[in-house]
């Protein structure tokens, strides 16, 4: 899956993860349902997955993956985790690799159960049944090997891929992942960790598909872990609404264009709520919040003397 997403971000020239962290209150009136008969959480679940299916259609051919992010669905209940899993579907039926951001972590059984609802198979008698059917998951690496495992085992099986926690964008973060030990911060640490767990999961183009999540606004500290794991692939968020620029980006990528994915959520959510997108109806406004995004990236990438080939 690893070299898929690889061949998709150069292809469409996007290296841009759009993520559907689709809150109800986001969906504009003149879009919602007139159909009533529904329980309020029905209502707002089947509304949500309405406008993901729109979106979808507005940016599938220009970006090559999005990230649907579970607590945006959890808080709906039983029907905003069917909207969860009939985006899943949907963007995948679209051509898009589709990450779900779970952030799962567990031990044994446990990290074996939530690896095959989001990456694996569930079995049912003879059967085995695939529940969420994403194509990567996000996930806490911080309960050390016995919580990766199962995941890694469900990568190489069903040619999956996981993001690992490893420095994360949010402003507290440096209270753990910045702590040293024996001379290395505790990303550093878990940075080592998710090459080792993915030493098997290596693709054609020399990234493992267990690849780490480190935010747009810490570049040193993405400079830093690029040059000791050449062969990581990164899942990028914090650009544009967190404060990360196109500039901060660069650490994460090779020369041709290649080591990373960058996520944008809510300013292409909610992109006709931006004055410069003013009139416009929400799916052209993500449009062309995607375009613009894109072309701030590959624009960076040409001064910085990358380009994909």
């Known amino acids: 899956m690893i070299d898929r997403l690889i061949e998709d971000i150069v292809r469409k020239q996007s290296p841009i993860c759009v993520g559907l962290d689709t809150k109800f209150d986001y969906i504009p009136a003149d879009f919602l349902s007139r159909e ?24 599938a051919d220009i970006v090559p993956a ?36 779970v952030k ?3 031990i044994g059984a446990t990290a074996t159960a939530y690896s095959s609802a989001y990456l694996g198979r569930t079995k049912i008698g ?31 099986k069903y040619k999956k ?13 440096g209270e753990l992942q910045d702590l040293k030990i024996e001379g290395k911060t505790v990303y550093e640490r878990m940075a080592d960790f998710v090459e080792q767990w993915g030493s098997e999961c290596v693709g054609k183009y020399g990234f493992s598909a267990v690849g780490a999540v480190i935010g747009a606004t810490y570049p040193e500290q993405a400079e830093k872990i690029r040059e000791a794991h050449p062969g990581l692939f990164v899942l990028i968020p914090g650009y544009g ?11 994460n990528f090779d020369k041709k264009g290649l080591g990373g994915i960058v996520n944008n959520s809510r300013a292409i ?37 990358i380009a994909y080939e």
């Open 241 to 251: 609404a967190q404060g990360g620029s196109a500039q901060g980006l660069v650490p």
């Open 161 to 173: 891929g996981i993001f690992v926690l490893v420095k994360t964008s949010n402003k507290s973060s």
């Open 36 to 59: 009533y008969s529904m329980n309020p959480l029905q209502y707002a679940a089947s509304n949500i997955f309405q406008y993901n299916c729109t979106l979808i259609d507005a940016i």
């Open 269 to 305: 959510l909610t992109a006709y709520q931006n004055e410069k997108y003013a009139g416009m109806q929400f799916d052209i406004a993500a449009r062309e919040a995607t375009l613009n995004m894109q072309r701030d990236i590959l624009d960076t990438f040409d001064k910085n003397g």
């Open 104 to 106: 799962r972590n567990d």
């Open 66 to 101: 999005v990230k649907v992010q579970a607590a945006y669905y959890e808080m709906y209940g039983c029907e905003g985790m069917k909207a969860f899993h009939d985006t899943i579907v949907y963007a995948k039926n679209a051509g898009l690799v589709v990450i779900a951001d």
């Open 126 to 156: 003879d059967e085995e049944i695939p529940v969420f059917d994403a194509d990567f998951a996000t996930v806490n690496g911080y309960l050390g090997t016995d919580g990766i495992a199962p995941f890694v085992e469900d990568c190489k």
